[in-house]
């Protein structure tokens, strides 16, 4: 049978979910699945077992998995010892990678677990410390979306990942993990999109300079946004939408051409199923 490819929702161009200190019980968890998005799976309380990549892994307090994007794994907790964890999923732009400097990336210990085949590690008292607290400003950020919540997302899982990192470089390896952040045409790719969205951007094109075939350029820029071009494209020009609706007296027509949509219909079309409203009604939040 194959695996089932869970699906997430949401804002594309915010890739997280997070199920914070959860009671998980063996007839509510998933089949065999995978999905594009990374995962970090903390256990806090309970026993039970962790199905990843074709291993079997105990789970007890204080253990922490890491879960690269589309690993087939399962949990399977323990009846009369119920599991509580908390999972976070994010995509890795989320973390950094794509961005322009490639001196250090965030995604290391993802790689580490990746290429070694090594899903668990059981974290000593102030790492695990650390993890809870900073699990803990998550949800509430995650809960209360207060001004700046996504900001402060992003530099919490920052920190959380540099903790992970530094912790394996010190007592995983005796080589520092490896610092690439991903091929230089996928971060190329994503500066050109970020700077001029409005731009008649292709799948072709971008293949072409890459000098990559369209079905490889396509895999691995999914990987790094959870999108294809095309819809990476359309959301950042949604997002200059946005921006022009509220911050400019433009109609919706000339908004639309601006953003680079050369229908009106097309850009009501995505503006309604990125943002869940029409450009007018978003426009009155002014």
């Not at 970020?194 to 094109?205: F, I, K, R, Y």
Request: hydrophobic share 35%.
């Amino acid at each position: 049978m194959e695996p089932f490819r869970k699906p997430f929702y949401g804002d594309p161009l915010f890739p997280f979910h997070l199920i914070h200190r959860t009671l998980k019980f063996p007839n509510n968890e998933l089949p065999d699945h995978l999905h594009d998005l990374y995962e970090l799976v903390y256990i806090h309380e309970g026993n039970g077992t962790f199905f990843i990549d074709k291993s079997l892994y105990d789970k007890q307090p204080g253990d922490l998995f890491i879960i690269p994007g589309n690993t087939v794994h399962r949990s399977i907790p323990d009846e009369a010892d119920p599991i509580i964890s908390t999972a976070v999923f994010f995509g890795p732009t989320l973390a950094g990678a794509g961005a322009n400097d490639d001196s250090y990336s965030l995604l290391q210990c993802f790689d580490f677990a990746s290429k070694h085949k090594i899903y668990k590690f059981a974290l000593p008292d102030p790492l695990r410390f650390t993890i809870e607290s900073t699990l803990d400003v998550i949800q509430e950020e995650y809960k209360l979306q207060q001004q700046g919540y996504r900001a402060a997302i992003r530099l919490e899982l920052g920190k959380l990942l540099l903790q992970l990192n530094r912790y394996l470089n010190q007592h995983f390896t005796s080589q520092p993990l490896d610092n690439k952040i991903g091929p230089s045409w996928i971060k190329s790719t994503l500066f050109e999109i970020d700077a001029n969205p409005e731009l008649p951007h292709s799948l072709v094109t971008f293949a072409e300079r890459a000098s990559v075939s369209q079905s490889h350029f396509s895999r691995v820029f999914k990987q790094f946004t959870g999108m294809n071009v095309t819809d990476y494209v359309n959301a950042k020009r949604i997002i200059r939408a946005k921006e022009l609706l509220l911050q400019s007296d433009d109609n919706v027509s000339s908004i639309a051409e601006t953003c680079g949509f050369t229908s009106i219909p097309h850009f009501h079309r995505i503006f309604k199923i990125l943002t869940n409203t029409t450009p007018s009604a978003y426009r009155k939040k002014k």
